[in-house]
């Protein structure tokens, strides 16, 4: 029997497979490096998925338990902070402008990433998922003002319904145990990296008011400086930390929402390797921080603003108000349709044929899970509605009934599914050389194949052995007396 040789790594070269009929496929195998990558995004993901669904629960539990709700709001409400520096905010006001400015710096530092090394670096690949994500915000903001306008109620919350939360989505894939396949894995991914994008511009744009020039000039000379830094290669916590937390303060007083300092900073950060570097300087400081942001910012975020009143009535609200309404339908039916609407568009008007292995059906269930919109949804129905605390209420609960239909929705059209998904995933995982790369990355490789050649010769040599032990065996048998 040949020796073992040694483990090749995901970084060797692997020569693609090729392309059938020279034509153009998407929702395809993705690359090898890029698969991993998707992985372990996808498991950092899914845990914080999970715990986000664990805070949520808890905050529904918490505000709804009779001798508990009035303990929610206080603790909700208590207000702490340097009043001299425009920072004496509420717990839960420091929740949604000061810890989800630590996911908003993780979004834009994956943002960054996707361009300059991901799918959307290539314009041709970026297409589908831009598309499919602007159309995906479009559809339900359409639904959304369709509703309040033949109901008569406000426009104020039309993004409301815009967003896609990529962790709850992760979260409700790991419950219901599906084996989606990478590919659909990563456009989800990828999807949700811009829906992120242009949810921050829509913030950015439309919640902003009341400008303090002075402020907003000290902010951007932070950010100018915080540039120059990374630019010098300066190396330090202590250096960075501080100043982010100045320009945050600064970007809060200055009228533009603070998570947008978290964003500027994150697509400041390098993002491609140089020669000698396992990983870039945004990607080492994304593995830091990602955990605090999905393990204790955006699941403290949900605590304190998924804790509102579930009673018979304000479910009955919800469907009885054109704005909740709206809300619902733009999740459910306005997410769905513009997500498979734009990615069937795309893919009509660039001729590219969708992958052997998948069908449009695929495509409309992964459309219908990205309606689960849950911590961007929440934090824009507080800025949209921040006169009528009433309806900000009533708007968060819209956004939990609209995620859970969506969830359940997108569940059962998975789950048809499920035995494909299974199939596809196992083959994607096959790794019958034990090299570390799955063999549907090495079908083109001659090396695999002497090496297959290897493993099989001394398979039947095995069997040839054992033949023969078993044959001589059976000859001194001669049976009772």
């Not at 598309?131 to 359409?142: E, F, I, K, R």
């Not at 009885?320 to 999740?331: A, D, N, R």
Request: glycine content about 10%; hydrophobic content about 50%.
């Amino acid at each position: 029997m040949a020796p073992p040789r040694k483990p090749r790594t995901a970084d060797q070269p692997v020569r693609p497979g090729r392309p059938r009929n020279g034509d153009r496929r998407f929702l395809g195998r993705l690359s090898l490096p890029e698969r991993n990558y998707v992985a372990e995004a996808l498991r950092t993901e899914t845990v914080g998925g999970v715990i986000l669904l664990l805070a949520a629960v808890a905050a529904l539990i918490w505000a709804n338990l009779p001798g508990l709700g009035h303990s929610y709001e206080s603790v909700s409400h208590f207000h702490f902070g340097p009043s001299a520096l425009g920072l004496h905010l509420s717990v839960a006001h420091w929740a949604a402008d000061g810890l989800l400015a630590v996911f908003f710096f993780v979004a834009g530092v994956e943002l960054k990433r996707e361009l300059v090394a991901g799918d959307l670096k290539d314009p041709r690949a970026a297409a589908l998922p831009v598309v499919a994500a602007l159309c995906g915000m479009a559809a339900p903001a359409l639904v959304y003002t369709l509703t309040a306008l033949v109901g008569g109620g406000s426009l104020s919350g039309w993004a409301v319904p815009t967003a896609t939360d990529i962790a709850f989505a992760l979260a409700v894939l790991a419950v219901i145990g599906t084996s989606l396949p990478s590919a659909l894995r990563a456009f989800l991914l990828t999807l949700a990296v811009v829906d992120d994008l242009f949810a921050i511009l829509i913030i950015a744009v439309f919640f902003t008011d009341g400008l303090n020039f002075a402020a907003l000039g000290g902010a951007v000379a932070g950010l100018v400086l915080f540039w120059l830094l990374l630019r010098k290669e300066v190396r330090g916590w202590y250096v960075y930390v501080p100043l982010a937390v100045v320009i945050w303060a600064l970007m809060y007083n200055s009228g533009v929402h603070a998570t947008i300092a978290g964003v500027a900073m994150g697509l400041m950060l390098r993002c491609h390797r140089r020669e000698g570097e396992e990983r870039s300087p945004g990607e080492r400081i994304e593995h830091l921080v990602h955990p605090l942001s999905a393990g204790l910012a955006v699941p403290l975020f949900a605590l304190f603003s998924a804790g509102v009143s579930l009673s018979g009535g304000a479910l009955g609200d919800v469907f009885g108000k054109p704005e909740t309404l709206g809300v619902v339908l733009g999740l459910v039916l306005g997410k769905a349709l513009g997500v498979f609407g734009g990615t069937w568009l795309t893919a009509r008007f660039t001729r590219a044929s969708l992958s052997d292995e998948l069908t449009w059906s695929d495509v409309f269930a992964l459309a219908t899970l990205a309606g689960i919109g849950f911590t961007v949804s929440l934090l824009i129905g507080e800025l949209a509605f921040t006169d009528d605390p009433v309806l900000t209420d009533e708007a968060k609960a819209a956004v939990l009934c609209g995620s859970l239909i969506a969830a359940v929705l997108a569940a059962v059209l998975l789950k048809i599914r499920n035995a494909k998904y299974r199939a596809l995933s196992a083959e994607e995982e096959r790794d019958e050389d034990e090299d570390g790369i799955p063999d549907v990355y090495e079908e083109h490789d001659p090396a695999y194949h002497l090496r297959m050649a290897e493993i099989y010769e001394a398979r039947a040599a095995e069997h040839r052995r054992l033949a023969e032990v078993t044959g001589g065996a059976g000859e001194g048998d001669h049976g009772p007396a």
